[in-house]
């Protein structure tokens, strides 16, 4: 079983960034595809970004692309994401994921198995 928990969500104005990071639990964790996920107030869950095991593929909505960095620190079990200029639809809850499925990278949320409790991210304008 593996664990995850998000944190670094918060308000933030129009423009600015957060940090989100997501730190897992066991040992299995470079065995993982990483993704991350947002759902906005009314809207399904879309996919944001994903991250290989190995962190050498990446890939990224086209709505988050060039504002968004996705990595991660196998030696500490961590997931990031580093988002800049954020807007107001970037408001949602971000949960990050983990899929052996997902090895090389996914973008679809039925390969990952295991799921964060998510952390809130509000962009006011």
């Known amino acids: 079983q593996v664990q995850l928990v998000e944190s670094g969500g918060g308000l933030v104005q129009a423009g600015g960034s957060l940090r989100l990071s997501c730190a897992t639990s066991g040992r299995t964790f470079s065995s993982y595809g990483m993704g991350w996920f947002r759902q906005a107030p009314g809207k399904e869950r879309e996919f944001v970004a994903t991250?290989?095991?190995?962190?050498?593929?990446?890939a990224y909505a086209d709505s988050v692309k060039g504002r968004f960095t996705i990595s991660r620190d196998n030696a500490k079990n961590t997931v990031y994401l580093q988002m800049n200029s954020l807007k107001p639809d970037d408001t949602a809850v971000y949960y990050c994921a983990a899929g052996a499925r997902a090895y090389y990278s996914s973008s679809g949320p039925q390969r990952y198995d295991y799921w964060g409790q998510g952390t809130q991210v509000t962009v006011s304008s």
């Open positions: 991250i290989s095991w190995s962190g050498s593929i990446t």
